[in-house]
């Protein structure tokens, strides 16, 4: 009996251990199971995280092409309103009307006539043709009326001659 009960109690002190063991044993089991799975999550992560980085690098050259297409339409567009001939006539400085005594003038050589000061082109006169003024402006002279056989005739439109195609006639 003496022996049965030691042979208990030393049963009994092994017996904790068997079990603490077998836990250990477990534990570790599950540790590498656990190992195993984090390895296979870290695995499909970096895939993951791969794909992603090489979706935005796509993502990124597409943005910049289109950035690149889109300055160069805006550029285009800038052009083409450049190009674009401006419908408004253009504005001068207003220039000042200078007055002095009638005088009779005359083309000392073959002479375009213009309708105002932007040289909008009306005629052209030819070298000697006769002609008065008392207004100028700048360049111009204004034909307030022209000689016609001998006749002087009353300028109607406004008519204008530039200064360096003329000589003033002296009194005969």
């Avoid at 791969?50 to 990124?60: D, F, I, Q, R, V």
């Avoid at 674009?84 to 006539?89: D, E, H, Y």
């Avoid at 006539?113 to 008392?134: C, M, P, Q, R, V």
Wanted: aromatic share 12%.
């Amino acid at each position: 009996m003496k022996v049965i009960l030691l042979l208990f109690f030393v049963c009994s002190l092994y017996g904790d251990e068997i079990q603490r063991i077998d836990a250990i044993v477990s534990d570790i089991q599950q540790l590498r199971i656990d190992y195993n799975q984090s390895q296979n999550d870290l695995k499909s992560a970096q895939k993951r995280v791969k794909y992603l980085e090489n979706k935005l690098k796509m993502a990124t050259n597409t943005l910049k092409t289109k950035e690149n297409e889109s300055y160069k339409y805006k550029e285009k567009k800038i052009n083409n309103l450049n190009i674009q001939r401006n419908k408004f006539p253009k504005l001068k400085m207003r220039t000042k009307l200078i007055f002095f005594k009638a005088s009779a003038f005359r083309l000392k050589k073959d002479a375009f006539i213009y309708a105002d000061l932007n040289n909008k082109k009306l005629y052209k006169w030819e070298k000697g043709t006769s002609f008065t003024s008392n207004q100028k402006v700048q360049n111009y002279i204004k034909i307030t009326g022209y000689f016609k056989n001998k006749i002087w005739v009353h300028a109607n439109l406004p008519l204008w001659v530039k200064i360096t195609d003329v000589i003033k006639r002296e009194k005969e």
